[in-house]
């Protein structure tokens, strides 16, 4: 053996030794916290990032390269950009649409529709971008965007829609892609809650033009940061290369194209558009290679919890009401969220604050309704009806963690204290 190899099997060593000892996730009876995630990595992860800063090759190179071609061939999808973050992701996405290169690229004062239940960095994309957000109602059993309201939205300034994947749950794509088809509208999907999410049997991320994912460390597998654009598009993908970079042609598959467009600049520092630094480091595709082929595990061990919270806590009362799947859709369960019901006797912030005093987290479900986050009255946008769904949402609704390390003893602790918690008040 090489003392290269003897010294970094040292470290791989020790660092498995540590994780076996000190990285214990799982539910403990008698310290009981449930947390809204758990780190989905360990040794195996750590190891992979370790091993490229000892190989000193950090920046994007081979292994986010490996990354994108492994993320997109899990999926079928042709293309896979890899980013530092899901917004960085969904960022790119809007950018390369309003990009002059781009086909029939969004013009300044076009406007997009997104869901009122969305994310922060779902709408900042579009006002960064100079398009206009039109925010509209969310259906209020699926937490998806309602295509109905998508329908009473399109105006002669509408060009796109940007639905979200509510905790994972698919939308109507169905519905969304004869609408888009019929009224000419481009579709991009923020999955950055949805992956291993699938509808009718396809992942979600390319029912549209471009579809975006996060790797942020509480999510269904994680780089710590980081995001993805994937698309079928081969020229949207090169496109996204340049601006991810820069506007370089650094990473670009088909270079040459440019070289022989420009002869004269130096190849090397060939910049071709505009652009940003949203790169990845290898340190991140090199965990998301080892994080890929546990997903499909992690959102199983999702998926059975919230089975068994829907049925366990439908019999506490009739206090709460759950997302309802969506008819084809194949659901990841970023969380586990409900709302309680009307007419409950208690609110959704007394049984949160029980929850917490009992080591039990509890978020708001995303940003609740974006049009009522003080930022928006920043910016030109436009909204749709009353948004009730949405406001609905952020009022009577919040989430607890639905994760990988959630098992028997911990979901027993969560129905148990929420059970007591609605004998004592009813
Ligand atoms: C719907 C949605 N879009 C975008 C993002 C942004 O992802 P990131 O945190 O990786 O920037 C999130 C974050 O969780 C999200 O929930």
Sequence with gaps: MSRESELRNNVYDAIQAYCDEQHNFSFNAEKPVVRLHEPTFGADEINAAVDCMLSTHVTMGKKVKAFEREFS???????????????????????????????????????????????????????????????????????????????????????????????????????????????????????????????????????????????????????LEGGICVTNDTGLAESMRILRAHGWIRETENKQVWLDKYPDVDERFLFVNVGYNLRATELQGAMGSVQLPKLAGFV???????????????????????????????????????????????????????????????????????????????????TVGNLAHATDVMNRGFSFGNHQAIDADARNYILEKIANFVRHVS
């Design 73 to 223: 061939d899990a999926f079928g999808w042709r293309h896979g950009v890899m980013n530092n973050s899901g917004s960085s992701a969904n960022l790119l996405a809007i950018a390369v649409l309003a990009n002059p290169l781009t086909e029939d690229a969004l013009k300044p004062g076009d406007e997009v529709i997104v869901p009122a239940l969305s994310w922060s960095t779902t709408v900042w994309p579009l006002i960064q971008c100079g398009l206009i957000p039109v925010i509209v109602d969310i259906d209020p059993d699926t937490l998806n965007i309602d295509p109905n309201e998508i329908e009473r939205a399109i105006g002669p300034k509408t060009r796109g829609v940007m639905p979200v994947h509510i905790y994972g749950n698919p939308c109507d794509m169905e519905a969304l892609i004869e609408i888009c088809q019929r009224k000419n509208l481009v579709l991009i999907e923020d999955c950055c809650e949805a992956l291993g999410a699938y509808y009718d049997g396809s992942a979600v991320g390319t029912f549209g033009r471009v579809g975006t994912f996060s790797f942020y460390y509480s999510h269904h597998m994680t780089t």
């Design 300 to 382: 199983d061990i999702r998926r059975k919890n919230a089975e068994w919270f829907r049925r366990e806590l439908s019999q506490v009362e009739n206090f709460f009401e759950f997302q309802a799947e969506t008819p084809k859709g194949y659901h990841s369960y970023f969380g586990f969220p409900m709302k309680v019901a009307i007419g409950a006797p208690f609110d959704v912030k007394a049984l949160r604050e029980n929850l917490e005093k009992n080591g039990i987290e509890t978020r708001p479900i995303i940003c609740g309704n974006i049009a009522l986050q003080p930022a928006m009255a920043l910016y030109e946008h436009r």
